[in-house]
T-cell receptor, first 112, second 112 residues
Framework: DQQVKQNSPSLSVQEGRISILNCDYT??????FLWYKKYPAEGPTFLIS?????DKNEDGRFTVFLNKSAKHLSLHIVPSQPGDSAVYFC???????????FGPGTRLSVLP | KAGVTQTPRYLIKTRGQQVTLSCSPI?????VSWYQQTPGQGLQFLFE???????NKGNFPGRFSGRQFSNSRSEMNVSTLELGDSALYLC???????????FGDGTRLSIL
């Protein structure tokens, strides 16, 4: 049973618009969450993180929102650019950064 | 600073053989984690080594093993290879084991 779910395998967005990637989790003990981006033939690259004491974290075009009661987090990319086309992984930890559990990923395509 | 280096990048083996993959972490990083990535499954945690000791372990059979050397370099071994072991194997390092991980580009293992 997957503890971290990304229910949309793929998402297409027009350049300049907002991309919203969603992630749900089942373990209420998770207290630290990360988003990674992965291009083909490369390893995942860290994007942004959020701890359970916050409900929002922003870094440039990327914002992560956490709704603990719903066990849901989302990554917003505004504005979306063609270079954002990649697979995005959500990851969660119940030990503040150790033992990460990854979701299956969402492939984002930003269309010019 | 050089990133995480994994060798080889590609490997083809047959069922029943064994394989050893290598990972050199970022200089100064003492924690090395290994993941298996297969389509639709995201990244599955194999194990984590910290200062030459296995600190955490995922739910993989005993055919999967690893070790870490005094210079923090790590190796992963898979014995009696099965077709289902075909995957991308990723290595990630952190300084102390907490927080965002730095990933290598992976070793693509194909079992014939």
């Amino acid at each position: 049973d997957q503890q971290v779910k990304q229910n949309s395998p793929s998402l297409s967005v027009q350049e300049g618009r907002i991309s919203i990637l969603n992630c749900d989790y089942t373990n209420s003990m998770f207290d630290y969450f990360l988003w990674y981006k992965k291009y083909p033939a490369e390893g995942p690259t860290f994007l942004i993180s959020i701890s359970s004491i916050k409900d929002k974290n922003e870094d440039g075009r990327f914002t992560v929102f956490l709704n603990k009661s719903a066990k849901h987090l989302s990554l917003h990319i505004v504005p979306s650019q063609p270079g954002d086309s990649a697979v995005y992984f959500c990851a969660a930890s119940d030990n503040y950064g150790q033992n990460f559990v990854f979701g299956p990923g969402t492939r984002l395509s930003v269309l010019p | 600073k050089a990133g995480v280096t994994q060798t080889p990048r590609y490997l083809i083996k047959t069922r029943g053989q064994q394989v050893t993959l290598s990972c050199s972490p970022i200089s100064g990083h003492r924690s090395v984690s290994w993941y298996q990535q297969t389509p639709g499954q995201g990244l599955q945690f194999l194990f984590e080594y910290f200062s030459e000791t296995q600190r955490n372990k995922g739910n993989f059979p005993g055919r999967f093993s690893g070790r870490q050397f005094s210079n923090s370099r790590s190796e992963m071994n898979v014995s009696t290879l099965e077709l289902g072991d075909s995957a991308l194997y990723l290595c990630a390092s952190t300084e102390g084991g907490d927080g965002p991980q730095h990933f290598g580009d992976g070793t693509r293992l194909s079992i014939l």
